[in-house]
């Protein structure tokens, strides 16, 4: 038996840090300590007995077993043939893998798009027009004095988030922990995350806009109407008085406002609100980011092309205009005419005349589990769990990178998702008759203490 | 559906849940995914105008399409007026693809229609898929 301590989990965009797994001497994870549900059921069901360990190709109407390398030069031969493939995904993987694939998506001319189009890609719009007052998660647990969470439910989707960052934890200027905090809360529903909340504010759906608006009017002391979005102009001058009077304050915000009517502009206005408040206190702002890295996707896609999701290869330089580049808008329009889709499902999470186009589509996924995007796919190939059985950097809701631990071997012939995408691209270039570069085998960190302590500062 | 079937109408918004949460990682071909995602959460007051018992499958039906699913007493009322679909396959059969220029489609505040559907058994994941996409194709 030995324990691997200091680990990342790989689930949320809170990526803990301080999570303990314990091996037994068969190399069988048997228990996770400091772990939310979520994080806990990611590591206790990496080994599951029926995990598929073996890439899949269609046959017949069926996906039946084939070799790696066959997997692979099929992959390459469906992006080679394609006029405009869609590369999608990325956010449930390291940034090593990313960086590959943004070498493969500009290799094949096609579009690369992570999870961000459906989660915050309205947020980096928003943030592109007006810019964005932010930190790190680690001056919110020792300065934040009031927590305003819009349009989010960290209790479900960030479980330790309250605890380890933003309203239990104590810090510096925060003795006493949520004792110390004022929180508020809008929602449409009462949520676990409301019913906890000193101020709970329930406006009507869709109109988040005119409410944030409406503060704005009641910080300047402006006259106000009788109620806005359903909220009596009491409550409204109560949180706007609330949020003047606090000495650091911060709004999480989620996919009550990206996804719901303004989208964008929600978040623009939300921004706009917290630049307002800084005539009166310090106020920042923060997305709740999902997937665990999705904020390493943005990060990779920008440091490499300059643009964060949504880019376009097509035409040999890389393109960026959401609403036309964005891998969901050229799903709708059926303008992809072949996918690779690693690290995310839109065949869950995409509507379904979105799925309806993958699958009539040559389409690969790449997953460590079965899912509804691998059970559509042409090819399927199976992959290691970054963070459990692939280390690798990941970037997390603050966008602090943090070195992501390996605590297991991954199954015998199963690759990493960094391999995958390496081992498709050299295959894709020699279709192409281009000259394949040697291999060069990337080096470990020797010693992990030393992310452990780059880590240990940035909280 | 009969004619004389109550209609209820209805602004669905779709989200995270802990449960789903943990379905989507190994057990998406399971049924712990069924319990986990297809389910509407309607408010309580509303289940009388519904005429179903908590618990019993609906017809959730949008411009985009429908789906079958579990009525549930919503736990975060009152809300009335407003029910919840988790994110997931179940939900994405009545999203519609308008992203309004922005790369996302509006997952919350589609306006639909709800009824009975006695009888009717919740798909799950991967079959809900594979029935509405007629599955994948070769390469």
Redesign the interface.
Known sequence: MRTVTDVVCPFCGTLCDDLEVDIDDAEKICETRNACIIGDNKFMTAQAPDRHLHPRIRRGGELVECTMDEAINKSAEILVNAKHPLLYGWSSTHCEAQEAGMALAEGVGGTMDNTSVCCHGPSVLAIQTVGIPSCTLGEIINRADTVLYWGCNPVNAHPRHMSRYSLYKRGFFTERGKSDRTEIVVDVRKTETAKNADIFIQPEQGRDYELMNALRVALRGEPLPESVAGISRADIEKVAQTMKDSRFGIIFFGMGLTMTRGKHRNIDIAISLTQDLNTYTKFLIMAMRGHYNVAGADQVSQWECGFPYAVDFARGFPRYNPGETSATDILARKEADAALIIAADPGAHFPIDMVRTLASIPMIAIDPHVTPTTEIASVYIPSAIVGIEEAGSAYRMDNVPIRMRKVVEPPEGVLTDKEIIDRIHRRVMELQGLEVPEVTAVKEPAEASAFDGILQRST | MTSSDPVFTA?L??????EQ??A??????KQEYIDAAGFVHIDPSEFKTLNVWPGSSVTVKSD??EVIVRAIK?P????PG?V?IP???WA??V???????????????IIVTITPAPGKKVLG??A???M????????
């Open positions: 602004n918004i779709t989200g995270r849940t802990i949460g943990v989507i990682e190994g057990w998406k071909d985009f399409g919503s975060y009322g009152p809300h407003i919840f994110m997931g396959p994405n059969q999203v519609g693809t308008d992203t309004d220029t922005t790369g996302m489609p509006s997952y919350k505040g994941a991967i809900l898929i594979k509405t996409t007629q599955g994948g194709v070769e390469a």
